[in-house]
């Protein structure tokens, strides 16, 4: 019986090298991780000097704005139970975390005349059992969480908050650098810039058209300085990368005429590229097609300057380069059609573009987020395309249930979603690094308080002690860290792709 089930797996082994061509879907030197952000998980939110942030006010000012009525004030707890988060990691097995830090834990007031101790040994046991566990810090400086005193100050759209936050990058580099070797500015500025021009983040001061260009040119220039900061400081001895992470769900064309395809490219711009040709590009600066519309909406509305901003042309060479790779948070896939969207004036509204999903598409428990795994070998190539063979690390991407165990729907996801990614790197040459799943655990979903979940570990937020539970997803995801290959799909699926 043994010799039998010996030969079968020997058959077995030789039929998936054949199919496999002998090689892996994943390089071996591919990384695999998984993230998670600072106010979604730390709770704590008043402990041991932390002072508020946007988020603290925004959830207990306003309740009603979030689907359940809850907040990060405890979240996954994960300011106490930094053990129990890296007892999971070990055993993912993953290359590297991605974390944030909260900026009003470290400097209570924003500012730096007062560096608290507790939020500085924190991360210091953080990154040190990380470290310890052989498992590579990446470490985002900023996710969302501005604290409050640079909000009465005018947060974003206010160009001295690039000063602050230039501070605070300086204090990370410091305290963390000797062994943080993988740096991220921002996460998601254009969802940053939504703060201020809708009303589904916060601060929620919606001065659309206006307020959110502003905010994205401060998060340029602070992003800039932080690179040029490291490149003159600290870079000699650190000797690590410094980069920004961009999200885009990729726009594809509700059909083929001319004009959804042009649809379909100014979202890509107005979204993606607003951010990554300033940085990105050869010629640097913000998106020509950005340029050209909003100054002539601006000049039809009758205002004496544009409602998007202009860098100098020492500005924009300062800007342009600040990469050491292209960090892509990317979830899902739209179809662009032209037409009007959004308020008036608006970031949307300029773009001339409306989104919508083919309702064919596998749906989750977030009105966003759709499952097209081509999506991602799609955009990977579109920033190839774009801005040459920068080295690509994923450094979000997952899926949203209701919080089932056995989450067939976010493993269905990522082996699809992986599956696509390696044809990018193994067919289309794309120099992907990276990938990221978002997120270890159940969190704080913003809006969508604890009702949409994320986590590759179940999180029981009605138990005080908020235990944590792995999901069939850590299973999987595991196995494909430890192997470097997408198993092929045990047909759990209820989706037949
Ligand atoms: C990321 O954001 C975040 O980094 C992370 O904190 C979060 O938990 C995770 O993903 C899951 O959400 O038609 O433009 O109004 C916009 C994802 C929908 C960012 C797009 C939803 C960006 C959130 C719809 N947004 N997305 S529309």
Redesign the pocket.
Known sequence: MLGFRLLVAAALAVYGCAAQNASLDFPEDFMFGVAT?AY?IEGAWNVSGKRESIWDDFTHEHPDWIADGSNGDVACDSYHKLDVDLEMLQDLGVDFYRFSFAWSRILPEGHTDQINPDGISYYNRLIDGLLAAGIQPVATMY?WDLPSPLQDLGGWPNSFTADFFVQYARVLFENFGDRVKWWITF??PK?VTRGYGENDKAPRINTHGIGEYLSAHTILLAHARTYHMYDEEFRATQQGRVSITL?Q?FCIPKDDSEENKDAADRCNQFELGWFAHPIYSQEGDYPEVMRTRIDENSAAEGRPFSRLPYFTSAQVEYIKGTFDFFGL?H?STRLAEDGLAGENPSRKRDGGYA?SFDPSWPTSA?D?LVVYPEGIRLIVNWINATYGDVPILIT?SGFSDLGELNDTGRQDYYREYLRQLSLAINEDGINVIGYTA??LMDNF??LDGYTAR?GLYYVDFEDDDRPRTAKGSAELYKQIVASHQVPEAESTAAWGW
């Open positions: 952000a979604q996710h996460n998601e969802e999200n769900d948070n979830y989104t977030s966003w979000e978002w997120s979903e913003w994320f």
